[in-house]
Every structure is written in structure tokens, then in C-alpha cells.
């Protein structure tokens, strides 16, 4: 059972192709998704043991790292975080809503990572750059209190790195509105 996942974004596509090989040459790693994302960017999220994609992602680092605009490593991946990214969440009644807006698929990957792990809220979707103009984006839902902590833990790495957009959290949002996101 993978236990973790390595995300990297690359500025060129080229390069992010060859990375693919490079990083399932380096360590016993399954690619779990790797394409091209607006605008003219190429990410690889890859999954396997902790040390394994921790291998892998310090050889591709070592190798491209000029091409490199962010890399994650997350460790003891919640099974929800596969859900959200697929878009086959199953969320259960809809409450309040949290959105976060990064820059990089890996710092959108973290921040669903760190907001799962703070508090008790269902990760509705995961959209990695693909018609949003290389923008990415989270949706949560859960109770009000939940959902600002989730947020508040969520953005913390793209913060800190520059590379936040913006969040917002909906306490009470119209039922058309959930017919849009859920």
C-alpha cells in the first residue's frame, strides 16, 4: 500500500516528460497521474513508500531542479485526498464550504494534505490547473468551526512560499450554490 506521495511542477514540458522516466527509474514509485497544465507547465504526482518517493523526488531535484517551480512530499496520505483529486469524492451532508486557491499543484496538494489532517472535514475536490489558467484549487466542507480550521492549516505553505492566491470560507451557502461544486 502506498503510504506517499511526491508531486513536482515543472516549467518545461520536455523536461517534465523525461522526469516521469527518471523518477520510476530512481525508486519503486507508481505514477499516479503526470500531463501538461495551463499555462505550458507539466506536473507528475507519483505514489509509494515514504522512503521511496522520498528517493525519487531528491534524484529528480538533484537532476532538474532549475526546471522545477515546486516539489511536495507527503507522508501518510489520507485516502481521501486520492478521492478528491479523481473527483469521486462522497460527501455527506452539505454544510459550509472552504476554498483555497494556490499557484503550484504541489502547494495545492499540501494544503489538502494539511487541511484533512487538522480537523474532520470531507475534501470535495482537487482541480490541478486544467482550465484555470494554472491556477489550482481545493473545495471542503464540514462544520463551520471545521472548515475555518481546515482552511487556516491549508494555507499555510502557500503562504509561506508565495504562492497563495486567496480562500475563502462560505458558512451557510445557498443550496444552488452546492449544485455548482458538489
Not at 462522497?90 to 486557491?101: F, N, S
Not at 494556490?102 to 496538494?109: A, E, G, V
Not at 489558467?133 to 512560499?161: F, H, Q, R, W
Amino acid at each position: 500500500m502506498e503510504k506517499s506521495i511526491g508531486i513536482v511542477e515543472f516549467r518545461s514540458i520536455a523536461i517534465g516528460i523525461g522526469a516521469v522516466d527518471i523518477i520510476v527509474k530512481a525508486s519503486d514509485v507508481r505514477i499516479m497521474d503526470a500531463r501538461t497544465i495551463c499555462p505550458g507547465k507539466y506536473y507528475i504526482i507519483f505514489a509509494g513508500s515514504v522512503s521511496a518517493v522520498s528517493n525519487s523526488l531528491s534524484v529528480i531535484v538533484e537532476e532538474s531542479e532549475t526546471f522545477i517551480i515546486d516539489h511536495a512530499a507527503i507522508s501518510n496520505v489520507y485516502p481521501q485526498l486520492f478521492s478528491a483529486l479523481n473527483q469521486a469524492s462522497e460527501v455527506g451532508e452539505a454544510r459550509a464550504i472552504g476554498i483555497v486557491e494556490t499557484l503550484t499543484s504541489p502547494s495545492i496538494m499540501v494544503a489538502a494534505d494539511r487541511a484533512v489532517k487538522a480537523t474532520a472535514v470531507d475534501l470535495v475536490e482537487i482541480r490541478i490547473a486544467r482550465a484555470l489558467g494554472g491556477k489550482n484549487m481545493l473545495v471542503l466542507n464540514g462544520d463551520v468551526s471545521s472548515v475555518k480550521e481546515a482552511v487556516s492549516a491549508a494555507i499555510t505553505y502557500p503562504g509561506e512560499n508565495d504562492f497563495l492566491v486567496d480562500y475563502r470560507v462560505i458558512p451557510s451557502p445557498h443550496k444552488d450554490l452546492y449544485r455548482t461544486i458538489m
